[in-house]
């Protein structure tokens, strides 16, 4: 089983915004966004804006919490999977190495703007070590 059907039936995982991207609600103002390309430390910045970008419209709120979960072949620092874009919007990221079987995510507590999501970032984490 993939990382997203076994998230979809064990979160579970039935709200999908109508987006280009693969997205869940997962809460109120909290999204699940499913990234389908590899994840590397220098296009983060194109993700973001790409994510900025299609997360701009009715479909989603005006504050909100992306967390996006990936996979990659890097190393992270949990201060390199936060990014807040000085506005309205907070992108964690959930990224998994399959081939050093490594786990990178940051499960932080924020208070602003009521987008906390360490409780999203943690249930994700126990689902996927099952």
Request: glycine fraction near 2%; include cysteine.
């Amino acid at each position: 089983m993939n990382i997203q059907e076994k998230l979809i039936q064990n979160y579970p995982l039935d709200n999908k915004v109508d987006s280009a991207l693969n997205c869940y609600l997962l809460g109120k103002k909290r999204y699940l966004v499913f990234w389908d390309e590899l994840i590397q430390k220098d296009s983060i910045e194109k993700v973001l804006n790409y994510l900025e970008e299609k997360t701009k419209n009715t479909n989603f709120t005006e504050y909100k919490t992306l967390i996006v979960v990936g996979k990659t072949r890097e190393k992270f620092k949990k201060s390199d999977l936060l990014y807040f874009n000085n506005v309205n919007t907070f992108v964690v990221f959930y990224l998994i190495n399959e081939e050093t079987n490594e786990v990178y995510m940051n499960d932080s507590w924020i208070s602003s703007l009521g987008l906390n999501y360490k409780k999203y970032v943690r249930k994700i984490n126990e689902i996927l070590n099952k």
